[in-house]
């Protein structure tokens, strides 16, 4: 075996002397944070880019959707997925809000809209889904379902950066979307986040509420936080955003080798493209049958840590393991076989602009010679 480890992502990273020249500009202009130039011209920037008419930059992804629900006075209970990163349901937790999670769908992993109906009550104020590894939800059925029930609708889009359905942005579907910067994601400012919506006025009260609540200096207009992004990563963001569709691209050359390599393997289940979809290829899970494969999904997984390839179990556990959450009557997981089924086959592969062919063949060597 090679020493070499093989991790399950690696950050883009921008040109270390473009950086430089950069923070130069930054140290001249002693301006570090609060809405300075490089913070206004990312938020431009990615307004075009993510083809959204607004955007409001935040210090990471889990305060956009704790604002969003802020922003949108929602309560009571929202209907959300067991199958995400924490953050999403926290941020409904950290806002006296119940979460009521419903089942997932086999072939996206994303929330299934024929269970949504059945799980709202009289205090359902909203939706939370997730396009889970960037896969775009049904976002017109779950509009519709949102407009008969009088329901908002807040997309965790922190996979989806750069998504597009038919040449038209994700990211403006339902009332607000979120996206997550983060060094793991497609594109990274190191920690970062933002909220996409569509008028001005919301774009006013969001940035106040990210603020503190400051209209001006003297004037406190509702009980915001601190949620601002600073000067260093508006810039290192910029630079990212020169080079994340070659990034893009790259992941993509990645998942066609996987699926090459894996389509033939009895008892390992790849995700497709979606037709008309503009995917980001953010990550590549696979799933496992251990009765056609040979193996657990978790004897696979620690087979790969011993040929020093790092994959992850993402999502597992399910939200709804955890302490925090099983005691909820949604939570049961008699109620979630799907998700259950998908938390306990699912290993998400190395995926990042950058990986060899060496490493491809490597963990198609690893996987091929499990059977």
């Not at 630079?239 to 993509?252: F, P, S, T, W, Y």
């Not at 049958?289 to 390839?309: H, P, V």
């Not at 998400?348 to 059977?371: A, F």
Request: glycine share 6%.
């Amino acid at each position: 075996m090679e020493d070499k480890q093989i991790t399950v992502t690696s950050p883009l990273l921008p040109d270390l002397d473009e950086f430089n020249d950069l923070l130069k500009r930054i140290w001249d202009k002693k301006w570090i944070t609060n809405n300075g130039s490089f913070h206004k011209e990312l938020e431009a920037a990615l307004c075009e880019y993510l083809k959204v008419p607004y955007i409001s930059l935040f210090t990471n992804g889990t305060l956009p959707l704790m604002c969003a629900l802020q922003a949108l006075r929602i309560t009571g209970e929202v209907i959300t997925t067991p199958y995400s990163f924490v953050a999403t349901t926290h941020s409904l937790w950290w806002n006296g809000i119940k979460p009521v999670f419903v089942d997932i769908d086999p072939e996206t992993c994303n929330l299934d809209p024929d269970k949504i109906e059945a799980a709202i009550t009289p205090k359902t104020t909203a939706i939370m889904p997730v396009h889970v590894y960037g896969k775009p939800c049904a976002t017109g059925r779950i509009q519709a379902i949102a407009d008969t029930y009088g329901l908002k609708v807040i997309y965790d889009a922190a996979h989806a950066f750069g998504v597009e359905v038919n040449g038209k942005s994700i990211l403006n579907a339902g009332d607000m979307s979120t996206l997550s910067f983060h060094a793991t994601k497609v594109y990274n400012t190191i920690e970062g986040g933002a909220l996409v919506y569509h008028d001005e006025k919301t774009k006013k009260r969001i940035d106040y509420l990210k603020n503190f609540g400051f209209a001006d200096e003297v004037t406190i207009v509702a009980p915001g936080i601190n949620g601002k992004m600073d000067e260093v990563r508006s810039a290192y963001g910029l630079l990212n955003l020169k080079q994340v569709d070659a990034a893009i691209e790259g992941r993509k050359q990645v998942a066609v080798k996987y699926r090459e390599g894996l389509r033939n393997i009895k008892g390992i289940r790849v995700m497709e493209d979606m037709p008309g979809i503009r995917h980001n290829y953010s990550y590549f899970p696979i799933f496992i049958d251990a009765e056609e494969y040979g193996m657990t999904r978790d004897e696979l997984y620690f087979r790969m840590k011993e040929w020093n390839i790092l994959g992850r179990r993402y999502f597992y556990p399910l939200i709804t393991e955890f302490s925090t959450y099983r005691g909820l009557e949604s939570a049961n997981p008699v109620h979630l076989p799907v998700a259950v089924k998908m938390a306990d086959s699912v290993i998400c592969l190395p995926m990042y602009y950058g990986l060899t062919e060496n490493d491809i063949d490597k963990i198609l060597n690893c996987i091929q010679s499990g059977q």
